[in-house]
T-cell receptor, first 110, second 115 residues
């Protein structure tokens, strides 16, 4: 079946460090891929998405590229800020529902 | 602000009780989805409605039911509550019927605590 695997957290970084959160997926056909972010005490916010192979989604300095050959959608940011501290969820949609990874907690310290 | 609203924000109740969670989708969105977020199960899809009709079902218990009304708001009914039903319940909405490129926008969630 369809599934998403994310790297275990927490990821702890200093401000201005480079961020990578790994995400790989298993799916039949051609899913769309998403990154959602959940700030403390809040709901899920769409961060970025990609709907076909080689698409790059980007938003607020975050980027992820849909890699069909490696079935991956890794999240990257060149310079993180304390305000980026949150839980990040990789997800795929195939037909009607979103299938989420377990989430990766990012903690950024000044 | 995603434009999706959920009420109430918090709900505390006892085992065996019944509660109703409410969701209003973004203006123009026809689909409503319900998800449960718990520590042990993560984020799980429960059910989807599109323009008043049930469209997809996930890991929803028989004690749970939902509906979407003509004004497109949706309600999730949870009955015979158990301690394990304590979780964050999210509603999401999207424009279409759930085609693979459709983006789902999430509400702030309802935190249910069953004592």
């Amino acid at each position: 079946g369809n599934s998403v695997t994310q790297m275990e957290g927490p990821v702890t970084l200093s401000e201005e460090a480079f961020l990578t959160i790994n995400c790989t997926y298993t799916a039949t056909g051609y899913p769309s891929l998403f990154w959602y972010v959940q700030y403390p005490g809040e709901g899920l916010q769409l961060l970025l998405k990609a709907t076909k192979a080689d698409d790059k989604g980007s938003n607020k300095g975050f980027e992820a590229t849909y890699r069909k050959e490696t079935t991956s959608f890794h999240l990257e940011k060149g310079s993180v800020q304390v305000s980026d501290s949150a839980v990040y969820f990789c997800a795929l949609t195939h037909t009607d529902k979103l299938i989420f990874g377990t989430g990766t907690r990012l903690q950024v310290f000044p | 602000d995603s434009g999706v609203t959920q009420t109430p924000k918090h709900l505390i109740t006892a085992t065996g009780q019944r509660v109703t969670l409410r969701c209003s989708p973004r203006s123009g969105d026809l689909s409503v989805y319900w998800y449960q977020q718990s520590l042990d199960q993560g984020l799980q899809f429960l059910i989807q409605y599109y323009n008043g009709e049930e469209r997809a079902k996930g890991n929803i218990l028989e004690r749970f039911s939902a509906q979407q009304f003509p004004d497109l708001h949706s309600e999730l009914n949870l009955s015979s509550l158990e301690l394990g039903d304590s979780a964050l319940y999210f509603c999401a909405s999207s424009v279409g019927a759930g085609a693979y490129t459709d983006t789902q926008y999430f509400g702030p969630g309802t935190r249910l605590t069953v004592l």
